[in-house]
């Protein structure tokens, strides 16, 4: 079973997008998607710098349309298998999936983008990725500095996300064993922080033309296969302020029997969780176009 992922905020680098703007129709897509999002998204993927497309406005639109685009000319014909997301990339996830339409996808992100960095800007807060450590002395130490365990990795990495003065608290007084690495975001992402953002999406998704998944379609809150479209979108919803159990959706790729995974661009960030965690599954991150053929031939060898 061949399963596509596609990365989450962060996983960004400038320039990521030029390889795939020069196949053949993929410019012409990311016009028109760029329409849609109100955004330059050639620029910001080929020629914009670092900090351009860290504003998270600019990033989550950016990010789904390269999974997007990437997906497109992976699958000419057909669909993967089963798909998953993290954070953000759930939203390509349902469209790869066929749950949203690559332009209701887009809306969606475009407008959980902008809420996301509004609600951002009313405290500031942060994120720490906590790598190594005992799995529950990391809870404990993150829930005894009044943080939230945002993304549950798996792998032993842990990102602890709250207020600034909180996390430079928990800073001072580390886990046991474990390193700390601040993450460059605009603030705490799933989290209660993003409460404001839950409600405008609460207002605009109902009105999403939505459908059933053609692929086995995993969901960030639990891990769990969703079958139904309108419940995944509903859920993509409340999952702005939960935590990413990105551990869960792992552990679902094997009790599903996922034998070979395809990470979209920025690739490389989920494929080395798989790496450490999924003995056994080849792994694939499609980085430029050069990639396309090797990943062709995995699903040939894996497609059930």
Known sequence: MILLASPGQGAQTPGFLQPWSELPGVADRLAWWSAVTGLDLVRYGTSADAEEIRDTAVAQPLLVAAALAAAEALFEDGAPDAVAGHSVGELAAAAIAGVLTPEAALVLVRERGRAMAEAAAVTET????????????????????????????????????????????FADEPPAKARLRPLSVAGAFHTEHMAPAVDTLRRLAPGAPVADPRATLLQ?????VVTSGRDFVARL??????????????????????????????????????RRELKGVELLALKTPDDLEKARELIKAHAS
């Open 126 to 169: 942060g994120m720490t990725a906590v790598l190594g450590g005992d799995a529950d002395e990391v809870l404990a130490a993150i829930d005894k500095h009044g943080l939230t365990p945002a993304n549950v990795n798996g792998a032993g990495q842990v990102v602890a996300a709250g207020s600034m003065d909180r996390l430079a608290a």
């Open 237 to 274: 919803v409340e999952q702005v302020s939960a935590p990413v159990r990105w551990d869960a959706c792992m552990a679902t790729m094997r009790e599903i029997g996922v034998t070979a995974i395809i990470e979209l661009p920025p690739a490389g960030t989920l494929t080395g969780l798989a």
């Open 220 to 224: 960030n809150r639990d891990g769990a």
